[in-house]
């Protein structure tokens, strides 16, 4: 599949690093499974990983973390 992005690049399964923000929270989400282009490094997430990211911010949130940097576990 061609990245829809730069439209050069292949995307290949990889490994990415999610920094995400809500208000004071700062969460970084490490070793991310996704597609990863090959040419520019734009990524995407698939839908089951999108919820699993979501899940586990909005837990950091809750428990009013400040930045917290954690390692994905599926």
């Known amino acids: 599949m061609n990245c829809v992005i730069c439209k050069n690049g292949n995307m290949n399964e990889g490994h990415v690093t999610v920094t995400l923000q809500r208000g004071d929270s700062i ?12 040419n520019c490094g734009e990524y995407t997430l698939s839908e089951t990983v999108v919820e699993r990211v ?20 599926a």
Request: hydrophobic share 45%; aromatic share 4%.
């Open 27 to 38: 969460i970084v989400l490490k070793n991310v499974p996704a597609s990863v282009c090959e």
């Open 54 to 73: 979501m899940q586990i911010a909005e837990e950091s949130v809750t428990k009013k973390v400040e930045i917290e940097v954690l390692n994905y576990a």
